[in-house]
């Protein structure tokens, strides 16, 4: 209501409406604007602006609340969706080869409440005069200095960038490095989107064909766990998958490497796993895909067959030989993988120093005490995307302040880790 309202409403009662007017002489004497309104009366009435009133108006809104006066102002201006910004669009065209070192396209453009400004646009916001001014149908803010700063930071993000660059820009960077007022904004492009939502939803995957020589008959989502295996494979990314216990992790590993061995019988691939499950392993392999080859390196046994695809043996195996070092194999996959949760372990780091393409943890567990395991869990899976151990320690005192950072980090490990439950209806119903 118009502030007139006030002198009829508390005309009996000159101390309420004292204090109601007194806030506005304060305020008064801050504001010119506001000032100059209540000399002319012009306060008391509903008032019609011009953008230049308009802008000074919002711009001391602040000011104003100081005072005790609640301001309602226009969500246009207090999300700054009004302000130009810069949108850092990565990964917009597929990378000429795959993995976290793939080279990605950087594309800046300066953005108006999510709609680019062509150079044209830009051009008259130079030369119109600061303030607000009608564009696109939408008011936006035109500050001179702020626009040639920008201009010249989009510059900078003008080329390339690798993929894990990219992830750990979007996901883990510090906000307090990030300059607000210059508002730069980091978005995944067509092709970077496409591919982390497949990751994140393996049903979206295009169906891989099952090998012709697997024994079994994948469930639905066993299937998509399949095609999600492949999928990370010939992405050349480490993937964790921690579905729990008794959805058929086992069976779907081995229907991912009998494909493996169906396009390449002179593949070598090391398989971890505690001393417990080594019988449980050869009769999984023997009755779901009996043409496979593997060998089971342990006790005296530890010499590596070269004519066999799979070579098993245990963790205290890994630790002792250091021969296991000595190639690069296609695929090392870790069973019960919180077995390498401490960094700090000798057993831990002698596992991580194996080299080979592809990377594959299986663990019903990913976190079992803290965070600290997700971190080691990454630095064997793929290395560098969580940062260094102390840039992790200090990531993860802020996840305990600010909910939002917990929020950042599921989606910068989402794609690469697949987990579904038992209790999930849509996943399993018997």
Known sequence: MPLKHALVEYKNDQEQLLNLLSCLNVVAQKNTLIAQYMETGDLFHP?????????????????????????????????????????????????????????????????????????????????????LAWLKGQWVEINHNKLQQLLEQMEQYDGTITLKEALTKTYMSNDDDIDVDMGIQISNGKWLRDILGKLKNPSKIKNKAQPKYLNATLR???????????????????????????????????????????????????????????????????????????YILHGKNNIVHEDTFITITTYGMALRNEFLQDRVWDCLILDEAQAIKNPATKQTRAIKKIPSHMRIAM????????????????????????????????????????PEYMTKLKMMVSPFILRRLKTDKTIISD
């Open 47 to 131: 008032i019609k602006l011009t953008s230049k009133e308009a802008y000074s108006l919002l711009k001391s809104v602040p000011d104003i609340e100081a005072c005790g006066i609640k301001c309602r102002v226009p969500n246009w201006w207090k999300k700054k969706y009004s302000s130009v910004k810069i949108n850092v669009n990565i990964g917009d065209t597929k990378p000429s080869m795959f993995g976290f070192d793939s080279i990605l396209s950087l594309q800046p453009s300066l953005i108006v409440n999510g709609r680019a400004l062509t150079k044209k646009e830009i051009s008259e916001l130079l030369k119109m005069e600061e303030g």
């Open 220 to 294: 639905p989502y066993q299937k998509s766990g399949y095609n999600w295996l492949n999928q990370m494979n010939d992405l050349g990314f480490g993937a964790c998958l921690a579905d729990d216990m008794g959805l058929g992790k086992t069976l779907q590993v081995i229907s991912f490497l009998e494909k493996m061995y169906e396009k390449k019988k002179d593949g070598h691939v090391l398989l971890i796993v505690p001393a417990s499950l080594l019988g449980n392993w050869s009769k999984e392999i023997d009755r779901f895909a009996p043409k496979m080859t593997y």
């Open 363 to 402: 663990t019903g567990t990913p976190i079992e005490n803290d965070l600290s395991n997700l971190w080691s869990l990454f630095d064997f899976l793929n290395k560098g995307l969580l940062g260094s151990a102390s840039d992790f320690k200090e990531y993860t005192k802020k996840v305990q302040a600010y």
